[in-house]
């Protein structure tokens, strides 16, 4: 279930864009902080979603962002995955802005 919100989260996203973002640490949150009715939108899509609360706390972890950034990303968003992938920042700034996004939609 993340994975299309985080995708949907990023599809504006082109890769000068993702350089940008690293590079200047950026919050990939913040339009939802911006926009609370979007926000409530994407909350609404967990209701009535069973375990939820370990749903949200498995998708925190390392190793689901790994597989995420490996797997769905890689073959949905390549553009994004080598910016994030092989800019030296890359790969911590994602892993804190899905926690981010993680804890502010599931939380």
Known sequence: MAVPVILKLLKPFKA???MYTISNNVSLSQGLQDDPEYL???RMLTV???FMNAVG???K???WIMWFL???MKKKRPDLYNQIIYNPKGEKYILKE???LVSIVFD
Do not use: E, L, Q
């Open 57 to 59: 706390d498995a998708i």
């Open 70 to 72: 490996n797997g769905p």
């Open 40 to 42: 409530r939108k994407i």
């Open 98 to 100: 899905i926690k981010h």
């Open 48 to 50: 009535g979603i069973p």
């Open 61 to 63: 972890k390392k190793s």
């Open 16 to 18: 000068s864009d993702m």
